[in-house]
């Protein structure tokens, strides 16, 4: 967990000792994290660890704190492989200016930001700096290759949202590596193992229930948060796949599928004891409308449509239409 590995961190600091960073814990050193950056790669944890010193501590527990509170939150890298380059950058003719200073200096920094976009360091950072500081909100940053020099990396604070995939089917293999690849938690059910394989979900949990139906489905539960995607293999278990997200109050239900078998489903969900409210809830047909026909083409419809339930579950009216605005839209 990271909070016990940031607590660490601090009682390392506190007596003088150089914290080990390990990629398992902050997965944006990762060797897949970093494939194909000739800039970084998982060592780079060790000159962070050993660039840290007392002065780090607040950064450290005010991510402490972030994670007690709930709060959206990330903790940040400056990452330098050129630290006269990083120093000496300058700004570009099309982007909003910065100042004749690039950054603050051309060592590795660890900071702390929230989306509120309070930061706390250890070090002193230019206008510069602070403009891809409070882009790791982006998660992990947009614009962490603008300037040259230096790159920039986080790890959030909080949860990622789990996904649960109802089937093993081919649009639910796509919804896997698409959902993984955007930060959500993915664990995909079915009753078939040549289905449910490696091969076909490599990143996400895979559950194979007993029985070669979905009757077990009933002895695991999801939590009230989480999202479920009912995309069983033929649509014969999505009845059994929507009662279940209904009773455990999912927050978000969707289904693949048209009209007229959504009309057979919607029997067979209210003769197993579910409410006329409980079948409203279900998104159907699943995905954001905009012709997808293929899996590939819908698993773009269907997670695209989770990114956006996502974010308005974590942004408020008022932050979505400052942040809409502020594109220009």
């Not at 194909?36 to 998982?42: A, F, K, L, T, W």
């Not at 790890?155 to 995939?165: G, I, K, N, R």
């Not at 693949?256 to 409980?278: I, T």
Request: charged fraction near 25%.
């Amino acid at each position: 967990m990271i909070r016990d590995v940031l607590a660490s961190i601090v009682e390392d600091l506190q007596v003088g000792k150089v914290p080990v960073l390990s990629a398992d814990d902050f997965p944006c050193f990762s060797a897949t994290a970093t494939e194909g950056n000739e800039h970084v790669d998982p060592s780079y944890l060790d000159v962070v660890a050993a660039s840290l010193t007392e002065a780090d501590i607040p950064t450290f527990e005010r991510a402490l704190r972030a994670i007690d509170e709930g709060d959206l939150a990330w903790l940040g890298f400056k990452i330098v492989y050129d630290g006269a380059g990083a120093v000496s950058n300058t700004d570009n003719e099309v982007t909003k200016k910065y100042g004749e200073v690039g950054s603050a200096d051309g060592e590795p920094l660890v900071f702390f930001c929230n989306d509120a976009k309070e930061i706390v360091a250890g070090r002193t950072y230019t206008p510069r700096d602070t403009f891809q500081m409070k882009d790791v909100t982006r998660g992990p940053s947009m614009h962490n290759e603008q300037f040259p020099g230096l790159t920039w990396a986080s790890v959030a604070l909080f949860d990622q949202v789990h996904v649960w995939l109802l089937g093993a089917s081919d649009a639910a293999s796509e919804v896997a590596a698409l959902a993984d690849h955007v930060g959500f938690a993915v664990t995909v059910v079915d009753y078939d193992p040549s289905f449910v394989s490696e091969q076909r979900f490599p990143q996400a949990k895979r559950i194979v229930l007993a029985g070669g139906n979905f009757d077990a489905l009933d002895q695991m539960a999801c939590a009230p948060e989480d999202y479920v995607c009912v995309l069983t293999r033929g649509h014969m278990f999505d009845p059994e796949g929507c009662v279940w997200a209904a009773k455990h109050h999912a927050h978000y239900i969707g289904m693949m599928g048209c009209a007229g078998k959504n009309d057979r489903v919607h029997e067979l969900v209210l003769a197993a004891g579910a409410a006329e409210a409980d079948w409203e809830r279900v998104k159907r047909p699943i995905g954001l409308k905009f012709g997808a026909k293929t899996p590939a083409e819908l698993a773009i419809a269907i997670v695209a449509e989770l990114v956006d339930v996502r974010y308005r579950q974590r942004y408020s009216d008022e932050a979505r239409e400052r942040h809409e605005k502020s594109l220009g839209r």
